[in-house]
């Protein structure tokens, strides 16, 4: 059966837009036609691999031939970009944070549905295989019933030293990373929220958060502790993960790591007291080896679709899009409220 080629130009070619170009190479319904940047020398990049570059967006959008816009670009004009695509009869594809607000996002949407255009978010980690393994535990009930998890990301590199150190173009941390955890957690769980605590962190100076740590309680009483840091010289492991019937870390993006439950085949062993310090604990004390069971972590089976394969036969409908848009605009309310709760050192409680 043969399918149908959609042309996809890319807004933005910068680390992201010529990364999805690479991407796009192994999706036989998608094809890259041309490029456009603000940025001179990118437009020379993209010639000089091989790739057609237009004078401006709207030499883009006036392209018959162009069925789907990608929008790569720094974060403070995607609103403008999509809504001028989608009205110009493109599908649209965006990289995240779709926008820096979640009623500037609403107004893309409410474009979209106007102009019966697919719109949808590159919320690129839910393909992560860590995220999937994680998920997969939770959702086994491998280690009982979740009742708190720890995600975090941790890196001493700082902020990269352009536009995401700036305010105005949506900078900072919390949403060019905690856009990702926030959006996997809240996959996590059907539950709702019940409070939300946070701290966001200026070590270097800048004008945006350089990091941050939020602290989100559901109404099912499961816990979370979701950071990202940019100052972590030691990193914390990437996943801890704590059930009624045992506990899994996931230490890195190597997916290094284990899961320890309790052995069902034997009766609770008293544990012995360990030399903790100067005193003696038995609460302390690791369980007995006989009384639980260490698991590997073992790699996901491969994903049903890539993003891209998703995206197309959502155009389709043969699907549905994997990124929902209401999903993204309740990672978005999430994101306002941690930004309140940091800013009125206070914990606000909210559905949402």
């Known amino acids: 059966m043969d399918h149908r080629i959609y042309n996809v130009a890319i807004i933005g070619y910068g680390g992201m837009g010529s990364y999805h170009v690479k991407l796009m190479e192994s999706e036989p ?18 010639e000089a691999s091989g790739h057609k570059t237009y004078p401006s967006l709207e030499a883009v959008l006036d392209d018959e031939s162009v069925d789907v816009v990608l929008i790569a670009t720094p974060n403070d ?10 009205q ?17 996002f609403m107004d893309i949407v409410e474009v979209a549905k106007q102009e019966n255009r697919l719109f949808s978010v590159h919320q690129n980690r839910r393909w992560d295989e860590d995220f999937r393994i994680a998920k997969e535990i939770i959702d086994k009930k491998t280690l009982g019933e979740l009742f708190h998890l720890e995600s975090r990301v941790q890196g001493a590199n700082g902020i990269p030293g352009d536009w995401r150190q700036l305010k105005a173009y949506g900078g900072g941390m919390l949403l060019d990373w905690g856009v990702h955890l926030l959006d996997q957690l809240l996959l996590i769980t059907d539950s709702q929220i019940e409070s939300v605590a946070a701290m966001l962190s200026y070590i270097l100076d800048t004008e945006v958060d350089d990091g941050f ?17 940019t100052t972590n010289y030691v990193k914390l492991p990437r996943w ?23 052995n069902p085949d034997v009766a609770h062993v008293e544990p012995k007291p360990i030399q903790a310090g100067q005193g003696l604990t038995k609460t302390m004390a690791p369980p007995s080896e006989e009384s639980t069971l260490t698991l590997p972590i073992e790699k996901p089976a491969p994903a049903a679709q890539s993003f891209y394969a998703n995206y197309i036969s959502a155009i389709e409908g043969t699907s549905e899009p994997v990124v929902k848009n209401e999903e993204v605009h309740r990672v978005l309310v999430l994101i306002e409220t941690i930004f309140e709760a940091a800013a009125t050192k206070s914990v606000i409680h909210r559905s949402i």
Do not use: N
């Not at 094809?31 to 990118?42: K, L």
């Not at 990289?95 to 009623?103: A, D, L, Q």
């Open 77 to 86: 004009v995607h609103k403008e970009i999509a809504i001028k695509a989608l």
């Open 88 to 104: 110009a009869g493109k599908h649209v594809i965006c990289e995240k944070p779709v926008t820096i607000t979640s009623s500037d």
């Open 213 to 229: 740590t939020s602290y989100i309680t559901f109404k099912d009483g499961l816990t979370a502790l979701i950071e990202v840091g």
């Open 29 to 46: 319904q998608v094809a890259v036609i041309g490029v456009y940047d603000i940025v001179e020398y990118r437009m020379d990049l993209a």
């Open 240 to 262: 801890y993960i704590k059930g009624t019937e045992g506990t899994a870390v996931i230490r890195d993006w190597d997916l290094s790591g284990e899961i320890i439950t309790r």
